[in-house]
């Protein structure tokens, strides 16, 4: 079964900056549609960051504050966190979209079946 295991979280100043890391170990990687999700206390968790197989990317924040890359020789998806805001403070998931044989084109916001067990960032 595909797994993914996170990293890089922590705490950040407001303004400052973050990285996050997912490794996925087992399955294609490469082709499936990846997705940074968020969850805060209380509230709903919520798409970040997506991106297909040919590196295709989608983002709910508009402002360019986030930026989603990955390495398919790492087996590894980032999501790289600028001009941080209390309002980002959540745990961050990683998801893999694995049902889907071939992720092309824009990257979805559901379907996503397999999830990491996630990465605290605070902003203060």
């Known amino acids: 079964h595909v797994q993914l295991v996170e990293s890089g979280g922590g705490s950040v100043q407001t303004g400052g900056s973050l990285s996050v890391s997912c490794t996925v170990s087992?399955?294609?990687?490469?082709?499936?549609?990846m997705a940074w999700f968020r969850q805060a206390p209380g509230k709903e968790r919520e798409g970040v960051a997506a991106?297909?197989?040919?590196?295709?990317t989608a983002y709910a924040d508009s402002t360019g504050r986030f930026t989603v890359s990955k390495d398919n020789a790492k087996n590894t998806l980032y999501l790289q966190m600028n001009s941080l805001k209390p309002e980002d403070t959540a745990m961050y998931y990683c998801a893999a979209y694995t049902r889907l044989r071939l992720c092309r084109g824009v990257p979805p916001w559901s379907g996503y079946d397999v999830w990491g067990q996630g990465t605290q960032v605070t902003v203060s």
């Open positions: 991106i297909d197989s040919r590196g295709g």
């Open positions: 087992r399955g294609t990687y490469s082709t499936y549609c």
